[in-house]
């Protein structure tokens, strides 16, 4: 499993990614400065990587029924 350093940091980066309100690239930036584990870099490069995004957050107050 992940150490609880690690738990946390992967709490912190999903706050970054998701609940900031910045832009996926201002996000990732961000996360490059403030981090540098292993686990980390490997997520960044994922998310970099990906030709077809990430998921988004959506508020399930905003769906229409």
Same mark, same amino acid.
Request: glycine share 4%; no cysteine.
């Given at each position: 499993?992940? !150490?609880?350093?690690? %738990?946390? +940091?992967?709490?912190?980066?999903?706050?970054?990614?998701?609940?900031?309100?910045?832009? $996926?690239? &201002? !996000? &990732?930036?961000?996360?490059? +400065?403030?981090?540098?584990? +292993?686990? %980390? $870099?490997?997520?960044?490069?994922?998310? +970099? !990587? !990906?030709?077809?995004? %990430?998921?988004?957050?959506?508020?399930?107050?905003?769906?229409?029924?």
């Amino acid at each position: 499993g992940f !150490s609880k350093e690690t %738990i946390k +940091e992967i709490r912190d980066v999903y706050k970054i990614l998701y609940l900031s309100g910045d832009t $996926k690239a &201002v !996000s &990732v930036k961000k996360i490059k +400065e403030k981090f540098h584990s +292993e686990e %980390i $870099k490997y997520l960044i490069s994922f998310i +970099e !990587s !990906s030709k077809r995004g %990430i998921s988004t957050v959506r508020n399930i107050y905003e769906r229409e029924f």
